[in-house]
């Protein structure tokens, strides 16, 4: 829903375009090339179990549960002279997902608004950590199969950071035609984004990282992740490469909520990349929003 979180300011028109278009990965073709290594990075943004806001008292209900519009704070929907007040909860519940992964927690951290325009975000910016976020670096260890599959391997997901964050609100687009409805119920909700390196080199390898992690966060309280509630949400960055060349120019697919879709969108970009750069094409960064 947001632009990529290495940019303040939008991308091209182009980038745009296509971000307000469903995009359909059941029509994956033939397998990658083994001429090609296949580079991916995570995004996961869950919503923390906590019974108020990030930064107001707004009450925090389940997606199914919520009535649309209902437990809106002034706050939330950014009324002139309203201030938020930090969530000590959430703030607990970082520190808590920073220590289960080996990150380090900073003692100072900082808050920032990262400005872009859209209908379900009233104040015009989200407020996130970009800069300076409260946990940094960690690893998740996964187990993958050998490739006799007789036994099994480890291998280790770097962390990039683990930051905190509000959610927007919702838009609606299949209810009036030609018309959107905006619901704020969950605008304001308190969100962990955990950003990955880009460490993973399939679509089982990521399914399993994601596996992983919603187990993790499930167990140790900071979440109930239940994707299909919208609880738990990823963006994948993809990209190829030849071996032992630089990285390509990635594309990012944004707010997928199943990990089964996660699998099937590497499936398709990952072989949109190929056939198109083996076909005489050139790749351009893009964002992709799976509505």
């Known amino acids: 829903r947001v632009p990529p979180r290495q940019s303040f300011l939008p991308q091209r028109s182009t980038c745009w375009h296509r971000s307000q278009t ?33 930064f107001s008292g707004g009450k925090m209900r389940s997606s199914i549960e919520m009535d649309p519009n209902n437990n809106i704070s002034l706050f939330d929907i950014s009324t002139p002279g309203t201030l938020p007040v930090i969530n000590k909860k959430a703030v607990e519940v970082a520190i808590c ?23 379900d975000l009233p104040a015009g910016y989200q407020i996130t950590q970009k800069d300076n976020p409260i946990v940094k ?3 998740i260890s996964i187990s993958l199969p050998t490739p006799d599959k007789k036994s099994f391997r480890e291998k280790s997901v770097r962390l990039v950071q683990i930051q905190l964050e509000q959610d927007s609100g919702k838009s609606l687009h299949e209810h009036l035609p030609g ?7 969950r605008a304001g909700s308190p969100l962990l984004e955990i950003v990955s390196q880009p460490d993973l080199r399939s679509a089982d390898e990521t399914a399993e990282f994601l596996r992983k992690l919603q187990h993790l966060l499930q167990h140790i309280g900071v979440s109930r992740a239940r994707m299909e509630e919208g609880e738990m949400r990823c963006d994948i960055n ?22 089964r879709f996660v699998q099937k969108a590497i499936e398709y970009e990952v072989n949109r990349q190929i056939n198109l750069l083996e076909n005489g094409g050139k790749l351009e960064r893009e964002t992709i929003l799976q509505c």
Do not use: C
Request: net charge neutral; proline share 3%.
């Open 22 to 54: 469903r995009r359909s990965f059941s029509s994956a073709n033939d397998q990658p090339s083994s001429q090609w290594e296949t580079v991916i990075g995570v995004e996961v943004h869950v919503q923390i179990a906590s019974d108020s806001k990030l």
């Open 97 to 119: 997902a920073g220590l289960a992964v080996g990150g380090s927690v900073e003692s100072w951290s900082t808050f920032d608004r990262k400005h872009y325009f859209y209908a």
């Open 137 to 139: 670096g960690g690893s």
């Open 179 to 185: 018309k959107s409805l905006i619901d704020f119920a």
């Open 238 to 259: 993809v990209s190829i490469n030849r071996p032992g060349e630089p990285m390509g120019i990635r594309s990012e697919t944004k707010n997928l909520n199943s990990i």
